[in-house]
């Protein structure tokens, strides 16, 4: 099993629409969160942290369940731009920060 | 900003020849780390470094080489090319192990 997954998708999407992503991870010590998006044959940047509390920033929402060890990303409205993969990124603190990123999940948004 | 520079960003070699990739970053930042990206993956990270003049293995060390001389440089080499080694390869960086990591443009390497 790997330690990050992620729904492989792809999802296809109309404008508006509100699309979820979902992330599970195996290792009870990861200690910090984030989702990054990356563009085709960009290189990844990081969208947004994620808190226990959970966190918003405009049409993203992210949510953190350590109980249950997964994560969620959901976007509202869909724009055209969101179109992109989105990438689960867990860390642990005691492994230098390596991050074990997640396969992505591929996003298509159509007019 | 710069932020963090690979070069080359393209490059094709022949089976057996070798090369060094160098990642360059003007943040300060102590962490650096080399991944490597094949269709429909994710991100593996070949080698890290916590500092100037410490390196370490990732999950897919094999073939690869690294070097942190200076803290602002971090260089991955491939000694004897195959071509099990085409792929894209990224550069990150962070300021420390909960931050953000920022990567840089990515190299594509084909070895035929």
């Known amino acids: 099993r790997k330690e990050v997954e992620q729904d492989p998708g792809p999802f296809n999407v109309p404008e508006g629409a509100t699309v979820a992503f979902n992330c599970t991870y195996s290792?009870?010590?990861?200690?910090?969160f984030f989702w990054y998006r990356q563009d085709c044959r960009k290189e990844p940047k990081l969208l947004m942290s994620?808190?226990?509390s959970g966190n918003e920033d405009g049409r993203f929402t992210a949510q953190l369940n350590r109980a249950s060890q997964y994560i969620s990303l959901l976007i509202r409205d869909s724009k055209l731009s969101d179109s992109a993969t989105y990438l689960c990124?867990?860390?642990?603190?005691?492994?230098?920060?390596?991050?074990?990123f997640g396969d992505g999940t591929t996003l298509t948004v159509k007019p | 900003n710069a932020g963090v520079t690979q070069t080359p960003k393209f490059r094709v070699l022949k089976t057996g020849q070798s090369m060094t990739l160098l990642c360059a970053q003007d943040?300060?930042?102590?962490?650096m780390y080399w991944y490597r990206q094949d269709p429909g993956m994710g991100l593996r990270l070949i080698h890290y470094?916590?500092?100037?003049?410490?390196?370490a293995k990732g999950e897919v060390p094999d073939g690869y080489n690294v070097s942190r001389l200076k803290k602002q440089n971090f260089l991955l080499g491939l000694e004897s090319a195959a071509p099990s080694q085409t792929s894209v390869y990224f550069c990150?960086?962070?300021?420390?192990?909960?931050?953000?990591?920022?990567f840089g443009q990515g190299t594509r390497l084909t070895v035929v």
């Open positions: 990124v867990v860390n642990r603190y005691t492994n230098a920060g390596k991050s074990t």
């Open positions: 290792n009870s010590a990861s200690q910090s």
């Open positions: 994620v808190y226990s």
């Open positions: 943040m300060n930042h102590e962490y």
């Open positions: 470094s916590v500092g100037e003049g410490t390196t």
């Open positions: 990150a960086s962070r300021k420390q192990t909960d931050t953000e990591a920022f």
